[in-house]
């Protein structure tokens, strides 16, 4: 982290990467099958389709109250009628799904077997309706409250619509009637993770892979459950025993990475990443983030190759070049910010909708401090005043501003610069302590002292807590 210059000056702050994405709980279970992810639900309908023909000795009679035989209220019977009616479903649903879908709207299921609904609600997801899948859903559960297909299928929309608290309440009931199977325990793990309960997710993790040891998505999960309760060690033990296995599973060395960055080893991050690197196992975040701590390394050329390669990989080119130019202007490695910085303003002017006015703001600032600390005061100050002209509330540029004019021996002048920053939403905490080192220059410790302890009460960091230390011992 930043510390203290022997001249009372803070060095800039430290390039923090981002938090890297870990994979999202997949809400469908990966199809060993091998059939295409787009034909899932279909194999479902066909596998009730299947379970509900072997049922056929316990099928009711037309005219009978809809759901379950006495002997089995979790699956729900057909009349041969209804079969063939799902029958037909499917074949027109495998061509037009649309078609499918309206061969069922069309039957009457006020008084139809729940299999009906069901098998609505999973063509339904297949169309991206999920309300609509929900409804279908819940219309077999009040037919037969206990159906597992439609609870295990309902839990799964409420995921994947971002309602993972209804979608505990369908596997609860599930796994207190006895009923819920590892695909159930899994999906269950993933919804009390997604509701930050890492304990009870954990559990459920550990249910599934009672069920099926082997499963990766379990062990994955569990890990992260791990992680977020900062028990390290196990998570680090279980992901490092999957990896054994699964050496090129991107979603484990994230994994990986989170565990070591939580720790606060940013080489063993940087370790994992490049192994993953060299094992193709890379997705264009982890490439940014290496890049990211190279350069809190301090080590602007390995962050270079790691910003082109994810480049190269798809990554956002925009955002990407932009934050590696601020990171690379604060190692003084010019010449690679220069290049970044340039091909973006060649794109901005082949395509002026390529940057948001946002984007355009900051290129211009970052522009301005490239001047800045190529020795082009002149042109640097013109560029800040330019900015400021166009966007008087950008609170970089008072900064930057400030900074500039400091350098050239006018601390009053500067002083006002970073007031004006420090009234802007956002900058309390930077403009107090750019103050703050104005003071200490001048050897007025206590009006430091006073400045830093207010910008640690707006906006509190380790490195400007270690300042106010040092500042608190010359006062004394």
Known sequence: MTKMLHDSRIRPPHHTPRALPVARPSVFAPQRSGRPADTALLALLGALLTAVTLMAPLARADGAAPGATASDPFEPTVTARESELLQQAILKAETDLPAGIALLREADRRTSSPALDYALGN????????????????????????????LNNLARVHVMQDHPDLAIASLTSLAQDGQADAEAYLLLGHALAL????????????????????????????ARSLI????????????????????QDTDLWSLQVSLALSREQEDDAIVALETARRLGAVTPDMLSM????????????????????????GASGVELRLRASEGLLMLDALKDARRFLDELQAESTADPTRLTAAQKSRLRRLGADLARRDGRLDDAREAYCALLHDDPLNGDALLA??????????????????????RLAGFEGRAL????????????????????????AVDPHPHVARYLDQVRQLVK
Request: charged fraction near 30%; hydrophobic fraction near 40%; glycine fraction near 6%.
């Open 433 to 456: 302590v750019k103050q703050a080192e104005i003071e200490v220059t001048r050897g007025r410790y206590p009006r430091a002292v006073t400045l830093l302890e207010a910008a640690q």
């Open 401 to 422: 501003l400030g900074d500039l004019t400091r350098e050239s021996g006018t601390p009053e002048d500067a002083l006002l610069e970073y007031e004006r920053a420090g």
């Open 123 to 150: 063509l339904y997801v297949q169309t991206n309706r999920l309300d609509d899948a929900v409804i279908a859903y819940g219309d077999a559960l009040r037919k037969l409250p206990r159906f597992r297909a439609a």
């Open 195 to 222: 509701t930050a309960r890492p304990l009870s997710a954990e559990g459920a993790y550990r249910q599934a892979l009672m069920l099926r040891p082997d499963d990766a998505e379990a062990r994955r999960g569990l």
């Open 228 to 247: 977020d309760q900062q028990r390290y060690p196990e998570a680090s033990a279980l992901v490092h025993e999957l990896l054994l296995t699964r050496p």
């Open 290 to 313: 290496l890049g990211d701590l190279y350069l809190n390394r301090r080590q602007p050329q390995e962050a270079v190759s790691a910003y082109r390669a994810a480049l190269a990989a």
